[in-house]
Every structure is written in C-alpha cells, then in structure tokens.
C-alpha cells in the first residue's frame, strides 16, 4: 500500500537539495537539523522552515539574512507554490492545493489503515496500566489512567508495534490483608482496624460474603485470609466488567505473587553481586548513590514496594523479552521512575526500555463544585457511575483532552451535553454530517471520485484537504512520545474544517457538496469521504466510536 507523503514531509523532501548546497560550507557538526513546522499564525503560510534562526549562532549573521538567501534558493514546485520570508528569520511555504488534493486519492484507498505507521514494526511493547490495589472498585479518577494507557497501546499497535496489554494486581501485602479484616470486621459488626478500609462497598463486600468463607474465617488461623482472597477476586471481576464498559481489555492479569521465590532469589543473587546490598538495624537495603538507601525488605522481612517494582520489570525487560515497557503511572510515583531506571542499569538492562507516563491528579466537576472522594472513608464515585452517566466515549474523549503532565477537572455536565460545545459531540457530529452527505450523494447516483479533483480549490475544501495530509503526522507524534493528547486536539481542528467546509453551501449553493455539476459533486464526495475516513480513524485510535447519525 501506498502512503502519501504528509505536507512536512513532502516539504522536507523538496527542501533538501537546497538546503544541503546552503550548508555545504559549514563544518558538518555545526550543521542543524531541518526542521518543517506549522507556522503560529495560519495566515504566515502553511509550513515554515526555522532553520535561519538555528543558523544565526553558528554562522554570525543575522538570521532574516540566511533566510533570504535560503529562500532564494528554494524553488516553488512539487508540492509548494509559493515561498516568503517572514520575520524573525523564518522561509514560509504555501502548499499547492493540485498536490495537495491530488493525494486525496490515496488517503481514500488506504481507507482504515490511512494514518498507519510501520515504525515500530519487528519490536514488542508491553504497556501496563490501571493496575490498582483490588481492595475496592475502580473509581472515576482510575479512568484517566485506563483510558491513556489503552490509548496508548493502541497507538504503538498502529505503528507496527505487538503490544501487549497487562494489569498488575498487587495482590501480595498488607493492604490487601488490611482489605479482608476490614470486610471481616464489618461482618462481625466490629470496628475497623487501625488504618483499615471503610464505607458503603465495605458494608456490600461484607453483605455479600459466603457463609463457607465466613466460617473459615471464624475458625481461627489466618481468620481474614480467605475473605481477603474472595474480596479480591470479587474486585477483580467487578474491574473487568467497568473496563470492558469502556472497551478497554487486557492481555494478560499479572500477580505480583508470581515474583517471588526463585525469581527473587535470583534477582538479590545478583544485586548482592553488584555489592549494592547491604543488611542493618534489621532490614535489606539497597544503595543506588552515596547519599541514599533505598530499603527492599523491612525489619518484618515484608518486601516493599520498590523490591516488588524491581522484581516486575527485570520479569517484563529479561524474563519475558519486551523491547519496551511502558507503565502509566500517577504522578505521586514520580521519584520512584529515576530508581527503577538506576537498579536496571545496575542490573545491564538498558533503562531506556524502561518507559513511564506519569498522569496528574483529575477532579470531578459538577456545575461550579468540585466532588471531594476518598477511598479509605469511603465518598466514593465509581468509574461505572460516570460511564453510565455521560457514557463511554465522552469518558474516553474528555480523559484524552488535556496533556498527562497537567491536572485536569472532568467537567461531568459539558460532557454530558449534546452540542457544539461538548468536543466529543462535535467531533462525532462532524462523521454523521459526512455519513449523511454520502447516503444523499448516493440517492442522488453520484460516487465519489478523484477524477475532477482538479477542479477544486475554495479555501474551505483546501483547508480541509490540507488538514487531512496532516494525520500520519498526529499519529507518529503521539505515538513517539507516548502523547495520546494530541488525537483528540488533531479532531478538533478537523471537525472545525469539517463543519466549516460543510457550511459553506449553505451560504452558497455553488459550493455545495451534491450539485448540479455531477464531476465536481463527486470530487467533493471524494474529498468527503477522505475526511469521514479520516476522522473515523481519528476517533478509533481513541476508542471512540465513530457514528453515522447523531
């Protein structure tokens, strides 16, 4: 299959002939790099080349200088029609509109794989995510990971990747023992012990407990053992259901148990060959740097966390063999990516294979009020609640708005509302719109077609054409910088082109989509379905469904 060249791309490739005679002279390590971009303000052009500012240092003049010259030896050609200079020292370049729709028809015979990248192809990737302690539900807030985390995945799939999705269940420890003598003591009436769980789904898990595990756990022994173990399997089928609600699905269901045993031994066999280990005041300790001490196992001999942490990706980077292994990971386990990347280098793997996307905190918003949770007292809003509210894909989309390194506010009633300015209806609404021009194209007898193509060229159809070329560049962006953010800001701005592109009949009939002119009709058709196609894709890498009436 054939890809058509992105605009920076084709930009880049027609730029370098040019561009490798004007650095010719220079000494090859002080030769930047060419880099083609979208220029800030819409009307300096299509495309710029920043190159004469990275110039400036290296060759001493001043940088609207080097572009004049730079331009000057740009031709116009392929797919650019004209070059400027535009201050402070940048070579502006308009596309052609030819080229640009031109490329419509292969975008249209690509069809579902329009966008698809094979960088990653031949490499695995594991992506981890979710993976909360199964001592209660997923709550609205686990939405954002999940929904980053899927997204992702589904982005590296698109570029050629073997993914492979798993949730890590924490099912060691004592927060999940403290989960059973917290059920067990709200069975039994009781208190709960001293940093124990609390609240409504306490009360349901102890409604619901068997009368076989009850009297195993009034029997003695380990009395909250065995409600420990049913509550956590009651967890995590709950886990599943609320996540195949959102269209997420793992792989593979992990148990931090699994670590232990050999696996350990080995793995502090070779630590305590790296001389890094060290025992006092009654636990194991491991030392990273000269002026820190990182404690593996307590005094009670319980390992932590971060003996758990080390244990997971030594099994995920040489025990199973992925490439990449990439966690998401909220933003309180920030300090802890910098020492599970020191104990692998320890270790000889190399910690770039070791990748985490750290998501901030999301509040709830209902109205002008902010929704205070807490799991531990538990005011809790549960993730099934906001799904059965606004439904999955205005979770999917909102949770995709904002970048993973900023805090975000979850703004229940926009997403629930149908309009504009709700952007996951906007988007979906601008796919319908398209559907619809295409059932009235077909009643009409009319088929897209590339062969007028040609004669198009408003501003509106162009915008949206070039808009379009955009996408592989999206896709490889988000997909590079594990960045999901940028599908939903990439549809927004096509949904504009789209609906703008749209309205445009209205105000005159002579752009309309279906006209009296049956060659042009189809190009627009064309030009229709490649947008369609494109959006559909759009909202897919976001599992967001792509509907054709609203």
Same mark, same amino acid.
């Given at each position: 299959?054939?890809?058509?060249?992105?605009?920076?791309?084709?930009?880049?490739?027609?730029?370098?002939?040019?561009?490798?005679?004007?650095?010719?002279?220079?000494?090859?390590?002080?030769?930047?790099?060419?880099?083609?971009?979208?220029?800030?303000?819409?009307?300096?052009?299509?495309?710029?080349?920043?190159?004469?500012?990275?110039?400036?240092?290296?060759?001493?003049?001043?940088?609207?200088?080097?572009?004049?010259?730079?331009?000057?030896?740009?031709?116009?050609?392929?797919?650019?029609?004209?070059?400027? #200079?535009?201050?402070?020292?940048? /070579?502006?370049?308009?596309?052609?509109?030819?080229?640009?729709?031109?490329?419509?028809?292969?975008?249209?015979?690509?069809?579902?794989?329009?966008?698809?990248?094979?960088?990653?192809?031949?490499?695995?990737?594991?992506?981890?995510? /979710?993976?909360?302690?199964?001592?209660?539900?997923?709550?609205?807030?686990?939405?954002?990971?999940? #929904? #980053?985390?899927?997204?992702?995945?589904?982005?590296?799939?698109?570029?050629?990747?073997?993914?492979?999705?798993?949730?890590?269940?924490?099912?060691?420890?004592?927060? /999940?023992?403290?989960?059973? +003598?917290?059920?067990?003591?709200?069975?039994?009436?009781?208190?709960?012990?001293?940093?124990?769980?609390?609240?409504?789904?306490?009360?349901?898990?102890?409604?619901?407990?068997?009368?076989?595990?009850?009297?195993?756990?009034?029997?003695?022994?380990?009395?909250?053992?065995?409600?420990?173990?049913?509550?956590?399997?009651?967890?995590?089928?709950?886990?599943?259901?609320?996540?195949?609600?959102?269209? *997420?699905?793992?792989?593979?269901?992990?148990?931090?148990?699994?670590?232990?045993?050999?696996?350990?031994?080995?793995?502090?066999?070779?630590?305590?060959?790296?001389?890094?280990?060290?025992?006092?005041?009654?636990? !194991?300790?491991?030392?990273?740097?000269?002026?820190?001490?990182?404690?593996?196992?307590?005094?009670?001999?319980?390992?932590?966390?971060?003996?758990?942490?080390?244990?997971?990706?030594?099994?995920?980077?040489?025990?199973?063999?992925?490439?990449?292994?990439?966690?998401?990971?909220?933003?309180?386990?920030?300090?802890?990516?910098?020492?599970?990347?020191?104990?692998?280098?320890?270790?000889?793997?190399?910690?770039?294979?070791?990748?985490?996307?750290?998501?901030?905190?999301?509040?709830?918003?209902?109205?002008?009020?902010?929704?205070? *949770?807490?799991?531990?007292?538990?005011?809790?809003?549960?993730?099934?609640?906001?799904?059965?509210?606004?439904?999955?894909?205005?979770?999917?989309?909102?949770?995709?708005?904002?970048?993973?390194?900023?805090?975000?506010?979850?703004?229940?009633?926009?997403?629930?509302?149908?309009?504009?300015?709700?952007? #996951?209806?906007?988007?979906?609404?601008?796919?319908?719109?398209?559907?619809?021009?295409?059932?009235?194209?077909?009643?009409?007898?009319? !088929?897209?077609?590339?062969?007028?193509?040609?004669?198009?060229?408003?501003?509106?159809?162009?915008?949206?054409?070039?808009?379009?070329?955009?996408?592989?560049?999206?896709? +490889?962006?988000?997909?590079?910088?594990?960045?999901?953010?940028?599908?939903?800001?990439?549809?927004?701005?096509?949904?504009?082109? *789209?609906?703008?592109?749209?309205?445009?009949?209205?105000?005159?009939?002579?752009?309309?989509?279906?006209? +009296?002119?049956?060659?042009?009709?189809?190009?627009?058709?064309?030009?229709?379905?490649?947008?369609?196609?494109?959006?559909?894709?759009?909202?897919?890498?976001?599992? /967001?469904?792509?509907?054709?009436?609203?």
């Amino acid at each position: 299959m054939k890809t058509p060249p992105t605009p920076r791309r084709a930009v880049a490739e027609w730029a370098r002939p040019a561009v490798d005679g004007f650095l010719a002279g220079l000494d090859p390590e002080a030769r930047p790099a060419m880099t083609v971009q979208r220029p800030a303000r819409p009307e300096h052009g299509d495309l710029a080349i920043s190159l004469p500012l990275q110039l400036a240092r290296p060759t001493g003049r001043k940088p609207m200088d080097i572009a004049a010259d730079l331009a000057a030896a740009l031709r116009p050609g392929g797919p650019v029609a004209s070059v400027e #200079v535009a201050p402070p020292g940048f /070579v502006n370049v308009r596309l052609d509109p030819a080229w640009m729709f031109d490329a419509l028809e292969e975008v249209v015979a690509a069809g579902p794989d329009w966008g698809r990248l094979e960088f990653g192809a031949g490499r695995t990737a594991q992506v981890e995510f /979710v993976s909360t302690n199964p001592t209660g539900p997923l709550l609205f807030s686990h939405g954002r990971g999940a #929904v #980053v985390g899927d997204t992702v995945a589904r982005l590296l799939a698109f570029t050629g990747h073997e993914v492979q999705r798993e949730f890590y269940l924490n099912d060691a420890g004592r927060q /999940v023992q403290l989960f059973g +003598e917290s059920i067990l003591a709200s069975r039994l009436g009781q208190p709960a012990p001293e940093e124990g769980y609390a609240g409504e789904y306490i009360a349901d898990y102890a409604g619901e407990l068997p009368a076989e595990v009850l009297a195993a756990a009034e029997s003695g022994g380990e009395a909250a053992s065995g409600v420990a173990e049913w509550a956590m399997a009651r967890s995590v089928a709950e886990f599943r259901r609320d996540l195949d609600a959102l269209g *997420i699905g793992f792989d593979r269901w992990f148990s931090e148990r699994s670590l232990y045993g050999d696996w350990e031994a080995e793995t502090i066999a070779m630590l305590e060959a790296t001389g890094a280990i060290s025992r006092h005041d009654g636990a !194991t300790w491991l030392r990273l740097d000269e002026d820190t001490e990182d404690v593996l196992y307590k005094s009670s001999g319980e390992p932590t966390y971060f003996m758990a942490d080390i244990l997971y990706h030594r099994d995920k980077l040489v025990r199973r063999g992925f490439d990449r292994a990439i966690d998401i990971w909220g933003a309180d386990h920030q300090n802890q990516v910098r020492r599970v990347k020191d104990v692998l280098a320890l270790m000889g793997v190399d910690p770039d294979r070791f990748q985490v996307v750290l998501i901030q905190l999301v509040r709830m918003k209902r109205g002008d009020e902010f929704v205070k *949770i807490s799991k531990r007292a538990g005011n809790l809003i549960l993730l099934r609640d906001l799904v059965e509210e606004v439904g999955a894909d205005a979770v999917r989309y909102h949770y995709l708005l904002r970048s993973t390194d900023a805090p975000m506010d979850f703004d229940v009633e926009l997403a629930r509302r149908h309009s504009n300015e709700n952007p #996951v209806f906007y988007a979906q609404m601008a796919h319908a719109r398209l559907s619809s021009v295409r059932a009235v194209g077909a009643e009409a007898g009319l !088929t897209a077609s590339a062969a007028a193509l040609g004669g198009l060229g408003a501003i509106g159809e162009v915008d949206l054409a070039r808009e379009l070329l955009e996408f592989p560049d999206v896709v +490889e962006e988000a997909a590079r910088n594990l960045e999901p953010h940028h599908l939903p800001h990439y549809a927004q701005r096509l949904a504009e082109r *789209i609906h703008t592109f749209y309205h445009a009949g209205a105000k005159d009939p002579g752009l309309r989509v279906v006209g +009296e002119d049956r060659e042009l009709s189809e190009a627009r058709l064309h030009l229709c379905e490649a947008a369609r196609l494109t959006m559909a894709n759009a909202l897919g890498l976001m599992g /967001v469904a792509a509907p054709d009436r609203m």
